[in-house]
């Protein structure tokens, strides 16, 4: 309403959120319509490609307007020059076309199943972590997880590389997807490897059990997108810490026009 009002294109970057948490993405999750949209490889099937997408009145620069294929129509406004390696691909065209078309045959079925498979793999590895006192734990939202320690050690790579002897590669520190070609085994194999690697790194010494001064706080449930935007308290906005992390802010009644965050761990 805000930016409708001051005649602002409100632009959605869904690169990682777009298709992953639910058919319309990101804007679908929180209720919000965006002027315009970027996605990446999510569309092509892992393919390069990169798509911008909304609504006429600022599209219409970009494409020339609407006009058909196969017969004598033509833009009719004039079409902003850009160009690049994967522009317009074929072979990537093609497959964002077989892409698009088997996720809106799955439907939203297709996210929640990802999104609970997600979940499962994060709860048990982070119910076990937290009784063995390991420094690290799974942050997670939607089908995107990532192992992440409590604090910075000289030796957390060495996590990952007995991890891949054990046949289950990540890149170290990077975030993690899973796909619908993982299966429930392969979850299996993912956390069973992970706690066999820290346990071997804890007995070499490289890895000392501690428990968390704070459990890290669960991903959103992605049910429903009344859960997402209801505030812990009256009156809260969603902003950002100093992190850069969102978070939820009240008014400071001791200092007025300034906000101070809520923990809602």
Request: hydrophobic share 45%.
């Amino acid at each position: 309403e805000v930016t409708a009002a001051a005649g602002t294109a409100l632009i959605f970057d869904e690169i990682i959120t777009g298709f992953r948490m639910h058919p319309g993405g990101a804007q679908a999750l929180f209720g919000i319509r965006a002027d315009l949209a970027t996605y990446g490889k999510v569309v092509g099937g892992g393919l390069s490609i990169g798509v911008i997408a909304g609504h006429e009145e600022w599209m219409d620069a970009l494409d020339g307007g609407f006009w058909q294929y196969g017969d004598a129509s033509f833009p009719e406004v004039g079409v902003t020059y850009f160009a690049g390696t994967f522009v317009r691909h074929p072979l990537a065209l093609a497959a964002a076309k077989a892409s698009l078309l088997h996720l809106k045959e799955q439907g939203p079925k297709l996210q929640q199943e990802l999104t609970a498979g997600t979940e499962r793999l994060a709860y048990t590895l982070n119910t076990a972590l937290e009784r063995e006192q390991l420094p690290f734990y799974v942050a997670h939202f939607g089908s995107i997880w990532k192992i992440k320690f409590h604090e910075e050690l000289p030796y957390n790579e060495l996590l990952f590389t007995l991890m891949r002897e054990k046949g289950i590669h990540i890149w170290d520190g990077f975030p993690c997807f899973l796909t619908t070609a993982h299966t429930a085994q392969d979850v299996d194999r993912i956390v069973a490897a992970c706690l066999d690697s820290a346990r071997e790194l804890v007995a070499a010494g490289f890895l000392k059990p501690a428990r968390p001064t704070a459990a890290p706080a669960p991903a959103p449930a992605l049910g429903t997108t009344a859960q997402l935007n209801q505030p812990p308290a009256p009156g809260a906005r969603l902003g950002r810490d100093r992190a850069g992390n969102p978070a939820w802010f009240v008014a400071d009644p001791s200092r007025p026009d300034n906000y101070r965050q809520l923990n809602v761990n």
